[in-house]
């Protein structure tokens, strides 16, 4: 998946000064660059037997729902609160200069179901394991966590503890 850092746009100072913003939108509008990274993201569980992705809000929908397509599972958009109209299951986590929620459907994974939750990117953690928590809360066995991109240096990974995980690529 290497080749396809060539087509991640970065932008400096956004969306404050001193953030060098990893620009994923240069990616998904070229055909084969969106393919390869669906693909990449796709094809080291075909063996795993998923029966769900989820897909955190909102690039995280982008890619995990042709994951699911391709892997014949299900998908489960994970979304910020307010959004889902039935019942839900909410986590809340916080952030450098706040603190927010994500919601899944009460219903949406049954107990036992092998589960591959799909976002563009992993920062600092906190998002991952919001939604990490709520696939176990509502009873997911999860397989791994799979990310096109991984901001090394902010330590999430670290913060997912022993959750497996998958990345594209790594700055």
Do not use: N, W
């Not at 000064?17 to 969106?34: E, K, M, N, S, V």
């Not at 992705?53 to 014949?72: K, T, Y």
């Not at 459907?105 to 991952?128: K, N, S």
């Not at 966590?145 to 503890?161: H, K, M, S, Y």
């Amino acid at each position: 998946m290497e080749h396809l850092k060539s087509k991640i746009r970065h932008v400096p100072d956004f969306p404050k000064p001193g953030i060098r913003f990893c620009d994923i939108t240069t990616l998904l509008r070229d055909p084969a660059g969106l393919s390869d990274a669906v693909q990449g993201l796709s094809e080291p569980f075909r063996a795993e037997r998923i029966d769900l992705v989820v897909g955190i809000e909102s690039r995280g929908f982008i890619l995990g729902a042709p994951v699911a397509q391709r892997l014949q599972a299900g998908f489960v958009p994970a979304r910020k609160p307010g959004k889902l109209p039935a019942g839900t299951l909410r986590q809340s986590y916080e952030l450098e200069y706040g603190s927010d929620a994500l919601e899944i459907h009460e219903d949406a994974i049954e107990p036992g179901q092998r589960v591959l939750i799909v976002d563009d990117l992993l920062a600092t953690g906190g998002t991952a394991c919001a939604v990490r928590d709520l696939v176990q809360r509502a009873g997911g066995d999860i397989v791994s966590i799979a990310f096109l991109v991984e901001l090394t240096f902010l330590g999430g990974r670290e913060r997912l503890g022993e959750t497996p995980l998958f990345v594209g690529l790594r700055y």
